[in-house]
């Protein structure tokens, strides 16, 4: 399989996705937990169907030091005991902003309630924002139809 357009190469899009990484390097470097970021990574991914970014996230977690007991269960992280309060409360967030559309009201005052209880304003500010950006490239690749599985831990720096 290959994309449907080389993103990499072309000058706007390249603008874009510098900026894009720019304001990844201010949630990355936030007091939001690296594993907590990692699980939102891949939960937003495989619900949006991002092999490429389900492909990177779950590799760079596992070199990050992941367990791989962790990694397989993301996906149905309800039944698995293998998550603390705080990062359901961040994966229960992830699943709602990442599916706005499929409820009228959006992201519910429970969930919200939840993350706040677990994390400060910065790290609450952090989250958001790293929702928002995973599900930017989500659709970046989607509809790039980006292939993954050669993917290296650090290869994008």
Not at 9 to 35: E, I, Y
Not at 58 to 68: I, L, N, Y
Request: charged share 20%; hydrophobic share 45%.
């Amino acid at each position: 399989m290959e994309a449907r357009f080389n993103y990499i190469s072309n000058t706007v899009a390249a603008k874009f996705a510098k900026a894009l990484n720019a304001a990844g390097a201010v949630v990355t470097q936030s007091t939001l937990p690296a594993p907590t970021q990692e699980l939102v990574k891949i939960r937003a991914s495989q619900i949006n169907g991002c092999a490429m970014c389900t492909d990177m996230h779950t590799k760079d977690a596992e070199h990050a030091g992941e367990s791989s007991v962790r990694l397989n269960l993301v996906a149905v992280w309800r039944e698995a005991k293998v998550f603390t309060e705080a990062e359901r409360a961040a994966l229960e967030l992830t699943e709602q902003g990442t599916r706005i559309a499929d409820a009228a009201g959006g992201v519910t005052d429970e969930a919200w309630a939840n993350a706040s209880k677990h994390y400060d304003d910065d790290q609450i500010a952090a989250l958001v924002s790293l929702i928002a950006l995973i599900n930017t490239y989500n659709r970046i690749n989607v509809i790039l139809q980006q292939p993954a599985g050669d993917y290296q831990p650090g290869q994008w720096g």
